[in-house]
C-alpha cells in the first residue's frame, strides 16, 4: 500500500517540477503532459506486475504468512477443548463453484449498469443541491461502494476476527491502488484516451496521510478502539475539506 502511493505521489510531482499550471480543460499542463503519459503507462505496467507478484506470493509461495496463528493455551487457562474446536471449525460453502461464478459474473454486469447510471447522475445531483463533486467523489461514493465491505468488516470485528476485518479493509485499498487505477490506465490507453496517474495536491495529500496513518496504526499487529478513533477523525477532518472545496 505504501509503494502504490508512493507512484501517485510521483506524477504529481513530476507535474509540480513544470510549476504546477494546468490546462482549463485536461486540468494538467500541456508541457508535462507527455512525460505524465508516459510515467502513468509504464508505472501502471509495473503495479499490474507487483499485483500478480503479490497473489502469487500470497496464494501459493508464501500461504502460511497469511493464515491465522492462534495463540498456545497455557495452563489453567478458561478455554476448554471444545471452545478450541469450535474457533478451529471452518463454515462450509454454501455454494459450488460453477453457480458462484455464475452469480458472481450476473452480479458483476448488474453492478456495471447501476454504476454507468451512477457516474452519469453525478453532474445533476452535484448542480441540484450544491455539492462539490470532490466530497463526492471521495466521501458519499466510497460509503455506497463500499458498503458490502463495511458490513462483512464491521460483523468479523464484532465476533473478535481482526485479522479478518484488517485485511479487508487494507486490502480492499490494495486492490484498487495496484489493480483498478493501473488498469484503468492502460484500457484508456489501448483506447487512445489519455488517462494518467496525475491526481491533484488536494488529493494527493490526503492520500499520504491516509495511508501514513493507516500503516502506522496496523504495523504492530493490534487494534483498539482508540486507533479507530483516531482514523474516523482524520476522515471528518478529509470530509470537511472536501465540503468547502
Request: proline share 4%; hydrophobic share 50%.
Given at each position: 500500500?505504501?509503494?502504490?502511493?508512493?507512484?501517485?505521489?510521483?506524477?504529481?510531482?513530476?507535474?509540480?517540477?513544470?510549476?504546477?499550471?494546468?490546462?482549463?480543460?485536461?486540468?494538467?499542463?500541456?508541457?508535462?503532459?507527455?512525460?505524465?503519459?508516459?510515467?502513468s503507462h509504464g508505472t501502471s505496467v509495473i503495479l499490474l506486475g507487483l499485483y500478480v507478484t503479490y497473489l502469487f506470493f500470497q496464494l501459493r509461495t508464501h500461504p502460511d504468512l497469511f493464515q491465522h496463528r492462534k495463540a498456545p493455551q497455557q495452563h489453567g487457562g478458561t478455554g476448554s477443548t471444545e471452545e478450541i474446536e469450535e474457533e478451529e471449525e471452518e463454515e462450509e460453502a454454501k455454494m459450488n463453484l460453477p453457480a458462484a461464478v455464475f452469480g458472481l459474473l450476473g452480479v458483476t454486469v448488474v453492478t456495471s449498469f447501476c454504476a454507468d447510471y451512477l457516474v452519469a447522475s453525478i453532474q445533476e445531483f452535484a448542480d441540484h443541491y450544491?455539492?462539490?463533486?470532490?466530497?463526492?467523489?471521495?466521501?458519499?461514493i466510497p460509503i455506497v461502494g463500499n458498503a458490502a465491505e463495511h458490513f462483512t468488516a464491521v460483523f468479523l470485528a464484532m465476533k473478535g476476527k481482526m485479522e479478518g476485518t484488517v485485511g479487508i479493509a487494507v486490502g480492499?485499498?490494495?486492490?484498487?491502488?495496484?489493480?483498478?487505477?493501473?488498469?484503468?490506465?492502460?484500457?484508456?490507453?489501448?483506447?487512445?484516451?489519455?488517462?494518467?496517474?496525475?491526481?491533484?495536491n488536494f488529493e494527493t495529500v490526503c492520500l499520504f496521510v491516509s495511508v501514513l496513518?493507516?500503516?502506522?496504526?496496523?504495523?504492530?499487529?493490534?487494534?483498539n478502539y482508540m486507533e479507530g478513533v483516531m482514523l474516523i477523525g482524520l476522515y471528518l477532518v478529509i470530509a470537511l475539506a472536501c465540503k468547502y472545496i
Open positions: 500500500m505504501t509503494l502504490s502511493c508512493s507512484t501517485l505521489i510521483i506524477p504529481a510531482a513530476y507535474h509540480a517540477s513544470y510549476g504546477g499550471t494546468t490546462n482549463s480543460t485536461t486540468g494538467i499542463d500541456d508541457n508535462s503532459k507527455p512525460g505524465l503519459l508516459l510515467i450544491n455539492i462539490p463533486k470532490a466530497f463526492i467523489g471521495m466521501i458519499l480492499s485499498a490494495i486492490q484498487i491502488a495496484t489493480l483498478v487505477v493501473p488498469l484503468l490506465v492502460i484500457v484508456g490507453w489501448i483506447a487512445h484516451k489519455e488517462l494518467t496517474l496525475f491526481f491533484a496513518l493507516v500503516n502506522m496504526l496496523v504495523q504492530d499487529g493490534k487494534s
